[in-house]
């Protein structure tokens, strides 16, 4: 079955940098995008960035835009976040998915597997 690891999270200061990883299993990983969201006590799961099987597109929304980069590795099963320049409103649960039907021409639109995998709980503050 679908299994979605995600680690890398932890206490960080304003302004600085973490980079989180997600171990996917029990799906062909390089036919599917990936994406990674985050959920802030109180709010809906907010969907934050993306990336197709080829890596050739990527998505960003607003709120992490120029801040945060997402990667893959086809080889080993894996998709980085790199966030940078922390603020205080970037502190959630960070989760990826998957999804197995992308387009390069609607990049923000990313729907999901039905499976969610632990999380991992990123703290933004001094």
């Known amino acids: 079955q679908v299994q979605l690891v995600e680690s890398g999270g932890g206490l960080v200061q304003p302004g600085g940098s973490l980079r989180l990883s997600c171990a996917a299993s029990g799906f062909t990983f390089s036919s599917y995008a990936m994406g990674w969201f985050r959920q802030a006590p109180g709010n809906e799961r907010e969907f934050i960035a993306a990336i197709s099987w080829s890596g050739n597109t990527e998505y960003y929304a607003d709120s992490v835009k120029g801040r945060f980069t997402i990667s893959r590795s086809n080889a080993k099963n894996t998709v980085y976040l790199q966030m940078n320049s922390l603020k205080s409103e970037d502190t959630a649960v960070y989760y990826c998915?998957?999804?197995?039907?992308?387009?390069?021409?609607?990049?923000?639109?990313?729907?999901?597997?039905?499976?969610w995998g632990q999380g991992t709980l990123v703290t933004v503050s001094s």
């Open positions: 998915n998957a999804a197995p039907y992308y387009s390069d021409y609607d990049p923000e639109i990313f729907n999901p597997l039905d499976a």
